[in-house]
Structure formats: structure tokens, C-alpha cells
């Protein structure tokens, strides 16, 4: 004869029967691996830049590092200031300062591509597209034969940083600034 007692049959025939845990949802991550731990997959990093988003890197990675420029910023009422802060295999970055009222005038940087980034205060940049307001932070990249015109209309100074690749052998300036466009009448 079972010697169970009646009571724990009993529960055991009334207590409902537990189902399996549901199998956990898969991420991407579950599904392909985390993608650090895959050697192999990563690309080494480049001592030097070759891309436009590795200079648009180049540029964000200075610009965070500001006691590497900000030390050397002046500023200059007579003129825009500017300083070669870095060369490397086919590129150069400039910083440079403006004071309020200061400006490029129209102008393209021939054969070299570029990135602005703008480290402190604002800029305005004037293209034949119409103006286009960049503050700290902001980053504009060109092509090639891009004109445009650089001014700081604010009352406080800005500085800014550009990466020209290859390095800026020329910078034709052009006659009529989409800023102050001239007006001939027929």
C-alpha cells in the first residue's frame, strides 16, 4: 500500500504543471557576437587619416582636446589670425581666430577638399545656396572648387579649426561675396 499521505497526492494531482521558461529573446549581438571581440573584423587605426570621416575625426578629436590649441589662439583686430597647428602625409590643420567683423572674403581652396569645425563662438558661412550659421561645435565639409565666404557677424570672438587634404597650395579669392552681393544695374 502507498504510504504517501492523501493530502500531498492531492495537491500534486491539483497544482498546475510549470511550462519551460520561454528561450530569451536574441539581439544582434546575441546572434552575431560582440564585434570588439572579434579581432580580425576591426581595421587598425590609422596614424594618419585618409578619408573625409577620418578627417572629420581628426578635426572632432582636436577640437575635444582643447589645451592642445587653446594656448595658442590670439586674437588680431587687423587681421585674421591663424596658425599651423598640425601636417601630416597629404593633409594640414589650421586654427585660426576671427574677431567680430571679420571675414574671409568669397573664396575656394582649389584642389583641396576640407573641414570646418568651430571650436569657440559663431560663424557664418555665406555660399551662392544662401547662409548657413554655424556654432560651437558645428563641422562643414567641402569638396574641391567649394566657394564660399567665412564671417564672424557676432560681438564676441570665434575660433575655428580646418583641415584642408591635400594641404592648401592656393586659395582664389573671387570678386563678388554672396554676403554683400553687387548689384549692376543694365
Do not use: K
Not at 6 to 20: C, D, I, K, M, S
Not at 140 to 156: K, Q, S, W
Amino acid at each position: 500500500m502507498n504510504s504517501a499521505p492523501a493530502a500531498t497526492v492531492a495537491a500534486a494531482r491539483t497544482a498546475p504543471a510549470q511550462a519551460p521558461a520561454p528561450a530569451p529573446v536574441e539581439s544582434d549581438l546575441q546572434i552575431a557576437g560582440d564585434i570588439l571581440a572579434v579581432q580580425h573584423l576591426l581595421q587598425p587605426a590609422r596614424e594618419h587619416p585618409v578619408t573625409v570621416a577620418e578627417f572629420a575625426g581628426l578635426a572632432r578629436s582636436i577640437a575635444e582636446d582643447r589645451a592642445s590649441w587653446e594656448h595658442l589662439v590670439q586674437y588680431d583686430a587687423t587681421t585674421r589670425w591663424y596658425h599651423r597647428l598640425r601636417t601630416g602625409p597629404g593633409y594640414e590643420v589650421w586654427l585660426l581666430s576671427w574677431v567680430p567683423g571679420q571675414g574671409s572674403g568669397l573664396h575656394d581652396h582649389g584642389a583641396s577638399s576640407g573641414v570646418l569645425t568651430v571650436l569657440d563662438g559663431r560663424l557664418t558661412e555665406h555660399t551662392p545656396r544662401g547662409r548657413l550659421t554655424h556654432r560651437t561645435g558645428a563641422q562643414r565639409v567641402f569638396a574641391p572648387g567649394y566657394a564660399h565666404e567665412v564671417v564672424n557677424d557676432t560681438l564676441e570672438g570665434a575660433v575655428s579649426l580646418h583641415v584642408y587634404f591635400p594641404g592648401l597650395t592656393e586659395m582664389p579669392m573671387h570678386s563678388c561675396s554672396p554676403a554683400h552681393p553687387e548689384h549692376v544695374t543694365a
